[in-house]
């Protein structure tokens, strides 16, 4: 194995003639799965592997071996591990300050907050730590909005939102999720939150009242698969809140910062929503870093008092938020992400197998619906895991390609012939072809 850098300065790892299948993990990685089930929560079903080490797009097993990620951490590590640059605002910062808390101001967090608003072209924001507390974040902010500005009854205010949503796991986020799995026995769930189809603006429009506060979506669902609204939905969720006074809210957690080939998913349709909800990415893959940003006029319902966190804006998020913006700017890898999505949708597209039912995404972010009757999602996620690469499933049939944006063109169509050797495997139709079982130097 070697390392280069492509030209944006980030670790490209160049890979030869990676095993087709694992050799048996080591007694460290048998032991540290052993540990988690015995002392941790078993709240995930993770993938059977003990990652001990990552660089751009590749990581590595505490037992050496070399996968691809074309995870990226749920989107967490679009910029690649161990960013140089990021790495290096970090440590910097670590130097100086790491927490201060919001009793005082730091020198680090306007000009983050700043950054964020000239890229979404939003008027403030208010940072937070993960996904789920900016969602709350928004909720809070509409329900405020609609009550001090629209005069609606404290209490009283409704929330539109999509069935397949994915917005977090508070209590208040699973009590409007439509997956049971989601739900079951953690209720009683606050109400004030109605159901339409995704992708169909009518239904919004429909479900509009006297009392909705706003409309909040995700503008192409993640974890239900990743599902691409038809064209123009978001231009139509814009034009009616706009004609009914409701708020148009977008949990860009995921899509957001670049994953769709724009900075910001809305950007494909020319509009601007009143708030945005970013997150994972927004830490460079090193820190839990989100935020809540909107028009000047929503974010001020918000009073001293009336929201907060300890560690939401401190120092070192600041540092590396701000940063992790830099670089997707400066480096050019929103575009990439745009250019080489082109490049993995296509080749995923034109791969024929009866098991793949539909190729859909935008920019590096691409599901690929399976027949679970055929090839189970899960066991092409384990052979591939076991080929060198890594993936996973979301809801039993939909295999997602989400690679870090570093990733190159040999690595894509790496993955994807290992993808193809994986489905020949598990479909019974035997090993694939073999040429991908290593790649070369770019
Ligand atoms: C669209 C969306 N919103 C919110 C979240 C929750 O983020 P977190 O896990 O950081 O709380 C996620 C996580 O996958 C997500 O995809």
Redesign the pocket.
Known sequence: MGGSSHESGAPIVTVHAIPRHRTPDSAVSRDAIALEARVGARNYASMPVVLGHGRGAWVWDVDGRAYLDMMSA???VSHGHHHPRLVAALQRQLEAVAVVSRAYHSDRLGPFLAELCDLSGLDAALPMN??????ETAIKAARRHAHDRRGIADGTAQIIVAAGN????TTT?VGFSSDPDYRRGFGPFAPGFVTVPFGDAEAVRAAIGPNTAAVLV?PI???AGIVVPPEGYLAALRRICDETGVLLIL?????GLGRTGRMFAFQHEGITPDGL?V??ALGGGLL?V?AFVATRDLMDVFDPGSHGSTFGGNPLAAAVGHEALRVLVEEGLVERSRELGAVLIDALSALRHPAIRAVRGRGLWVGVDLDPAIAPAREVCLAMLRMGVLSKETHATVIRFAPPFVVTRDEIAHGVATFREALACVAGSGPGQSESSSIRSA
């Open positions: 749920y989107s967490a993960t996904g789920a507390e900016a969602v994915f917005h977090g796991r986020i995700e669902q993640g974890e949990d860009e957690v995921q899509s909800v997150g994972k839990p989100s």
